[in-house]
């Protein structure tokens, strides 16, 4: 069903699909052929139900076919996918996770979209290390097994890229909210605290900063103020119960809650003390916010309170035609729990309080529906979370009022989708 829609816009920058709309619904022909009928299922003659199917009249697979599971194949198209144009090369790049084909909060392994700056590293953990320097009393050095020899911790976090919405800054591009925010994953870490290692070597009284670091191409380094590091940083080995795939940092990661990807250094290898911030690439020309005096905002970790309507969505068009129909979606905020989503169906005119479900972390993505009757008449379908702080997710148009056009990174605005009467959905603006 999602045949046409499962690629980005294509493969040029695509400004037709910059679309403006009026907020008033537009009177178009009554009725679509096509979208009203009911579903097939449980018609006279079904063949679903008539006909000895062959998983029914043969003996399946063996116990020994499948010794590391995969998703049926049925499922195959449910896949990371990412946006040729983007970026110049594959190793330098990004894919995104299928927001719009997953339920519930956790993010499979298989599925947490991927940003390497130098490709993924495969590490023999024998050979990994971990080294701490700098501002401490007693440099180490840890083995992996040194490192598992901490107390260890089980957390859900969300993992935001600061880019995730980026192209979204200047008008809708992107059709689909695996591409326009699918930067992000949430998984449950398993590892140990970050404070616990530091205070195994001792940080002198004149630490207050710290550089981690990568062991892959990019050798990756982002400063990190101590207080963070102390609060909540871990140094993770499992996802979602499993060593880290090699993709997301595998042996070790640093997770740093709530704050941008670019942070969460994977295959970490050494982190430095210092007194001060090291103003490294990834602080400076990247991963800073271009405002329209041409200053630049610095040190902008906290990944604001955002949402966005996962079905439906570009990539999941509303295919059942009018009646009962689920709306679900994600929300998020780096500051701490959600405590409430709103759902427009208007545009924005008027709101409900969408339904929370499953289970509710801090600096963890929330799961919520909006279970409602649909007509049949386009809708301009819009998300609002509001976290625990009362930090509310603003309008695209308020972020450029404050922030202007030129940035690509922490764009949490109001996504709008477009479902027209066939129940197509669109990523469009209101104006
Ligand atoms: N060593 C290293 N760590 C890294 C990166 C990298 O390229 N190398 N990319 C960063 C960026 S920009 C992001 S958004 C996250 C992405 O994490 P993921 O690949 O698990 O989604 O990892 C961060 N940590
Ligand atoms: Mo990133």
Not at 406 to 429: F, K
Request: proline share 6%; net charge negative.
């Amino acid at each position: 069903m999602d045949k046409p829609s499962e690629s980005p816009s294509g493969p040029v920058l695509n400004l037709s699909r910059r679309r403006l709309l009026k907020g008033a619904a537009t009177a178009g022909s009554a009725a679509v052929a096509g979208t009203l009928a009911p579903a097939a299922a449980g018609a006279a003659g079904d063949p679903a139900i008539t006909e000895i199917q062959d998983w029914n009249r043969y003996l399946g697979d063996g116990v020994d076919a499948r010794p590391y599971g995969s998703p049926s194949q049925h499922e195959a198209h449910v896949i990371r996918r990412n946006v040729p144009w983007l970026t110049a090369d594959p190793v330098s790049s990004v894919n995104f996770t299928p927001l719009h084909k997953l339920d519930g909060i956790i993010t499979p392994n298989g599925l947490c979209f991927e940003r390497h700056h130098g490709g993924i590293a495969e590490i023999d953990p024998a050979a990994h290390r971990l080294m701490i320097n700098g501002l401490v009393e007693r440099p180490l050095v840890f083995a992996m097994e040194d490192i598992k020899r901490f107390p260890r911790y089980n957390h859900v976090y969300f993992l935001e890229c600061a880019a995730n919405s980026g192209m979204e800054w200047r008008g809708a591009q992107l059709n689909g909210c695996q591409f326009t925010h699918g930067m992000v994953h949430n998984v449950m870490y398993t590892g140990v605290k970050l404070g616990d290692i530091l205070n195994e070597a001792g940080l002198k009284p004149s630490a207050k900063w710290l550089l981690p670091e990568g062991a892959d191409a990019s050798a990756m380094t982002r400063s990190v103020p101590l207080e963070k590091a102390l609060d909540d940083c871990l140094v993770a080995f499992c996802m979602n119960g499993e060593a880290l795939r090699p993709e997301q940092g595998y042996p070790l990661r640093l997770v740093v809650p709530g704050w941008e990807g670019n942070m969460w250094i994977k295959w970490l290898r050494r982190i430095e003390v210092g007194d001060q911030p090291w103003h490294h690439r990834e602080e400076t020309s990247k991963y800073t916010d271009l405002l329209a005096d041409g200053s630049a905002r610095r040190f902008t970790w906290t990944m604001d309170v955002k949402s966005v309507i996962t079905n439906p969505s570009p990539q999941a068009p509303l295919d059942h035609g009018r009646g009962q129909t689920v709306l679900t979606g994600l929300a998020w905020s780096g500051h701490g729990r959600i405590s409430r989503v709103d759902v427009s169906v208007d545009g924005g005119r008027n709101w409900q309080t969408a339904r929370l479900d499953g289970p509710s972390y801090s600096k963890s993505v929330h799961r919520f529906y909006h279970d409602f009757e649909w007509n049949g008449s386009e809708l301009f379908l819009q998300s609002r979370a509001i976290d625990e702080f009362g930090n509310v997710q603003p309008t695209k148009n308020a972020l450029r009022k404050a922030r202007g056009e030129n940035s690509i990174y922490h764009n949490n605005g109001i996504q709008t989708w477009h479902i027209g009467e066939d129940g197509s959905a669109e990523n469009v603006e209101i104006s």
